[in-house]
């Protein structure tokens, strides 16, 4: 089973995120073959060794677009390629389209929130007009929803997750 695994950063500036999704995508690929994409500019080698990376692949907004046309794209290759892709993160125009790309190849996919639903105090009318245009509909067709806390749990109400999605 290939999996594309979707992080939102991996380097030390990220903190506790990054380390949670290098250590899974890590532990993954021990099991399977994972191929990591991490947005460019947002990768430190010398980061993803200490966790064992070996296969991350920077992407930039312009490569999403290119696969969509482009069956050759690299993109596009490695998806076709994907049984299931793990995507982290949610305020990202990027994972909105991942998820689409996923959506019309029907290829399954993971949404790992990692606490990032909730509406907060930090840009709540910009969040709201997100996902009214995109972000709720990451969240419904998503295989599952992944929540790692009752409280993650209780930020899923608003998105209307059917029942029996969130793991």
Known sequence: MHIVFVSSGLSF?????AVSEASLSGELSRKREVTVLCPKGRYDAKFGKI?????VKEFRLCDIISAWGDSE???AKLFSQALLVHINGHWRIQNYLIAR?????QIPYLLHPRGMLMLNRKRPLLKRLFNIL????????????IALSHYEVA???PYSIAEGKTI
């Open 73 to 75: 794209h690299w993109l």
């Open 51 to 55: 966790y064992g990376l070996s296969s």
């Open 134 to 145: 995109i972000g709720n509909e990451i969240v419904r067709n998503a295989s599952r929803v």
């Open 13 to 17: 500036e990220y903190g506790g995120a």
């Open 101 to 105: 790309f996923c959506q019309r190849s």
């Open 155 to 157: 930020q899923f109400k």
